[in-house]
């Protein structure tokens, strides 16, 4: 068969091992999960309430507008309809995206490590994928701005980043985006932001009346625990959002997911306690890192980098698994001796943080 040649060098995504194989495989009673960023403290107890209501008209083809939704974003972000696209998740923006502004012959720059669905895509679209290390985890941007040509369709920034978890800041963003030429599409995926522990950065929702070849990216799987119903949206210029629209499949987010997320965009008062939450348990971990001398990178999200760790990633990955906790080896993420550990609830934490020094240490004394 004639498949994209392409498609011969990239494997298909590979989400981890789910929980109950990995409960079986070790005989374990329990799994903690801390390898995809979720939010261990669940969902908005609105959105569980008002659930059994939404069960009505599946027969019903959603709306392929999303509207109801659209017009909750529009009103709390202070845009219009026509500047909103919605996705299956924003892993599908992504793909929407690539789709729609990539192709043989063009380039896209991003930073390295960073997202994998951004080059992913960008190489099934047959584009050239030009990734800038990161320095202590901050993507580079001046040598960003350097790899940018007359054949650059995209450029990612991913901030804060996954999976460094440091973010860009104000200044840098600032200068950065004026810079870049305005027919190159800058995508801000700002999956973590949220979780941010500062008032300095760049506000890409003000900016994007003065960039119109800005494309802010969000999602309610992180912070507002709903990764299992995929609904992410974009923000950006209704030239821009128009043509992503043509690329969209008709009704790619479910009629549950639109009424879900609309409730769950009105219990700010759970994202505030879950971010109080997952940052206090966050420096109690880094406060028990820097004890132990374990590096990371700064992180403005809910997971941390360690890196400059006695073993390699996989081991400390497999070494987890065996005692119950899933993580994430940098190894798969071009990084190796570290893992990304997303920050779980306080006891799933401490518990862990002693599995860690325990391994740590033996791994030292032998
Ligand atoms: C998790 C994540 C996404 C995708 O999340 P969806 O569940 O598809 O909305 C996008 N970008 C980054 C950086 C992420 O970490």
């Known amino acids: 068969m004639k498949a994209k040649q392409i498609l011969n060098e990239l494997t298909a995504y590979k989400p981890g091992k789910p929980m109950e194989e990995v409960r079986k495989e070790f005989g374990l009673n329990r799994i903690v999960k801390l390898a995809s960023n979720e939010n261990p403290y669940g969902f908005s107890s609105k959105v569980r309430e008002a659930l059994p209501a939404f069960a009505d008209e599946q027969e019903i083809y959603p709306d392929g507008y999303g509207t109801a939704l659209k017009e909750k974003l529009a009103a709390r972000y202070g845009v219009n309809l026509d500047q909103l696209v919605l996705g299956a998740g924003s892993d599908e923006i992504i793909m929407m995206i690539c789709r729609t502004f990539l192709a043989p012959g063009l380039n896209t720059v991003m930073a390295h490590p960073s997202f994998s669905q951004y080059p992913h895509h960008a190489l099934i679209e047959g ?29 990612w920034l991913c901030t804060p980043n996954n999976p460094t978890g440091n973010h860009i800041n104000k200044a840098d963003f600032e200068s950065f985006i004026r810079q870049v030429p305005p027919e190159v599409l800058v995508v801000a995926d700002e999956a973590y932001i949220e979780f941010l522990e500062t008032d300095d950065y760049f506000d890409t929702l003000a ?3 003065t960039y119109p070849n800005l ?21 950006g210029h209704p030239d821009v959002i128009h043509k992503i629209n043509v690329v969209r499949s008709p009704f790619n987010n479910t009629t549950i997911a639109q009424k879900a ?18 940052n206090q348990v966050k420096h109690s971990f880094l406060a028990f890192c820097d004890a132990h001398q374990i590096k990371y990178y700064e992180s403005h999200t809910n997971f941390v980098l360690i ?7 996989d081991e400390l990955f497999q070494h987890m698994l065996s005692k119950g906790y899933i993580i994430r080896s940098g190894d798969a993420l071009g990084i190796p001796n570290s893992v990304r550990i997303t920050i779980g609830n306080e006891k799933d934490m401490t518990d862990f943080t002693v599995l860690l020094d325990q391994y740590l240490t033996s791994v030292k004394e032998s």
């Open 127 to 155: 584009a050239e994928v030009r990734a800038i290390e990161t320095k202590n985890g901050f993507h580079d941007l001046p040598a960003m701005l350097d790899a940018i040509d007359e054949k650059t369709g995209i450029v």
């Open 307 to 313: 890196y400059d760790l006695p073993v390699s990633g």
């Open 215 to 235: 494309l802010t990216l969000r999602t309610f799987s992180k912070a507002y625990g709903l990764a299992a119903l995929r609904v992410g949206y974009g923000i």
């Open 207 to 209: 900016a994007l009346d």
């Open 261 to 278: 997320a609309i409730v769950a965009l009105d219990d700010q008062q759970f994202i505030k306690e879950s971010i109080a939450k997952n």
